[in-house]
């Protein structure tokens, strides 16, 4: 079942620009995970940010978590051609069954 | 190198051939999961694994087996390929701290066709 659904489904935007990319889910989580998806290449894990944490920095990446609102946002700051590449948030519910991945944003930078 | 293996990276068989894809990782994790992904269905979640001995399906577990003998290991079997079966599969691991999830490490997938 689809817990985390991305929004937009697909993006673009020239280098230099900032892009949002945006995660809603249905039930409470854990923790919210984003990862990143070279073209043909498996996932990379990006950031964490727990349930009673609102913000989260790592390098030009900022996240959000809204649990009133059950959504969060993912944020690249002056974007690279290099950051083109699918991204995926995954929410943790605190199962066994560890992680529930969204179907993804494509992004795409244009130099 | 921390990485997560696996073998092989492409394949093309027939319906109803039993094939085995192998996963290895070597950063002593206790969990270990199989996803397929589809285009626009994301990830799904075949089998896991929260250490030796221990196997649980996910939410698409028909048609799949998997086995976790050794801690590094857990290789995922198709008994009877179908060709609603081709995907694109990774393993994934991570380190396990009950009710909370650890990132996980993926390997770089194995891209399966089913004729």
């Known amino acids: 079942s689809q817990q985390g659904e991305e929004d937009p489904q697909a993006l673009s935007i020239q280098e230099g620009e900032n892009a949002t990319m945006n995660c809603s889910y249905k039930?409470?989580?854990?923790?919210l995970q984003w990862y990143r998806q070279n073209s043909g290449r498996g996932l990379v894990h990006l950031i964490l940010i727990r349930s009673n944490e609102r913000e989260k920095h790592s390098g030009r990446l900022r996240v959000t978590l809204d649990t009133s609102k059950k959504s969060s946002s993912l944020l690249i700051t002056a974007s690279r051609a290099a950051d083109t590449a699918s991204y995926f948030c995954a929410t943790d519910a605190g199962s066994a069954r560890q992680l529930t991945f969204g179907s993804g944003t494509q992004l795409t930078v244009l130099p | 190198e921390a990485q997560v293996t696996q073998n092989p990276r492409y394949l093309i068989t027939v319906t109803g051939k039993k094939l085995t894809v192998t996963c290895s990782q070597n950063m002593n994790h206790e969990y270990m999961s199989w996803y397929r992904q589809d285009p626009g269905l994301g990830l799904r979640q075949i089998y896991y694994s929260m250490n030796v001995e221990v196997t649980d399906k996910g939410d698409v577990p028909e048609g799949y087996k998997v086995s976790r003998k050794e801690k590094r290991n857990f290789p995922l079997i198709l008994e009877s390929p179908s060709p609603n079966q081709t995907s694109l599969y990774f393993c994934a691991s991570s380190s396990f701290i009950r009710y909370s999830n650890q990132p996980q490490h993926f390997g770089d997938g194995t891209r399966l066709s089913i004729l």
């Open positions: 039930t409470s989580i854990n923790n």
